[in-house]
T-cell receptor, first 114, second 110 residues
Framework: DAGVTQSPTHLIKTRGQQVTLRCSPK?????VSWYQQALGQGPQFIFQ???????QRGNFPDRFSGHQFPNYSSELNVNALLLGDSALYLC?????????????FGPGTRLTVL | GQNIDQPTEMTATEGAIVQINCTYQ??????LFWYQQHAGEAPTFLSY????GLEEKGRFSSFLSRSKGYSYLLLKELQMKDSASYLC???????????FGPGTRLSVLP
């Protein structure tokens, strides 16, 4: 049973560029949440996708957008990258059907913006 | 607003017991979770409380008081591999949005 997978593992971009991060949820999960974790801090909620729609959103600008596909996998897109976007981006999956369960995290994508 | 507080750093000795506290003020509550995160890795689930009281799981226990907005994680018989950050997170009422605290970095010394 595959867990949550994310790609790529590491990414280096320059200011102003755009980036796409990918996530495949744990088998049987239908909900994907994205978090940004700066060094030494807790994860900050970006948004959550369910049934291919953004269901909840945290306090992030419109430069952060996402998508969920029919197979429940998801993408996070960040436009016009800033130095402050350098962080570990975590994807977490969960099941709406089993809403009392926890969410499971992927290994993360380390984004460095130069 | 949403606010979760934890101590930034703690140090303990191998074999000892350590308690990591978490206080929260959130607009909704549907469970409090503790995660362990080793440097450069993803958080892994440790424990979950939705009702008041103590939940025990091997060397780890977690306590919740909803009226006080307070939880703690108790780690017994500390091992070197327990050196990690410990994240307290509250799940909101509606979706499965988790609000995380800043994390407590625990160092276990020999």
């Amino acid at each position: 049973d595959a867990g949550v997978t994310q790609s790529p593992t590491h990414l280096i971009k320059t200011r102003g560029q755009q980036v796409t991060l990918r996530c495949s949820p744990k088998s049987g999960h239908d909900t994907v949440s994205w978090y940004q974790q700066a060094l030494g801090q807790g994860p900050q909620f970006i948004f959550q996708y369910y049934e291919e729609e953004e269901r909840q959103r945290g306090n992030f600008p419109d430069r952060f957008s996402g998508h969920q596909f029919p197979n429940y996998s998801s993408e996070l897109n960040v436009n016009a990258l800033l130095l402050g976007d350098s962080a570990l981006y975590l994807c977490a999956s969960s099941s709406q059907f089993r809403s009392t369960d926890t969410q499971y995290f992927g290994p993360g994508t380390r984004l460095t913006v130069l | 607003g949403q606010n979760i507080d934890q101590p930034t750093e703690m140090t303990a000795t191998e074999g000892a017991i350590v308690q990591i506290n978490c206080t929260y003020q959130t607009s909704g509550f549907n469970g409090l979770f503790w995660y362990q995160q080793h440097a450069g890795e993803a958080p892994t689930f440790l424990s979950y409380n939705v009702l008041d009281g103590l939940e025990e799981k091997g060397r780890f226990s977690s306590f919740l008081s909803r009226s006080k907005g307070y939880s703690y994680l108790l780690l017994k018989e500390l091992q070197m591999k327990d050196s990690a950050s410990y994240l307290c997170a509250v799940r909101d009422n509606y979706g499965q949005n988790f609000v995380f605290g800043p994390g407590t970095r625990l160092s276990v010394l020999p």
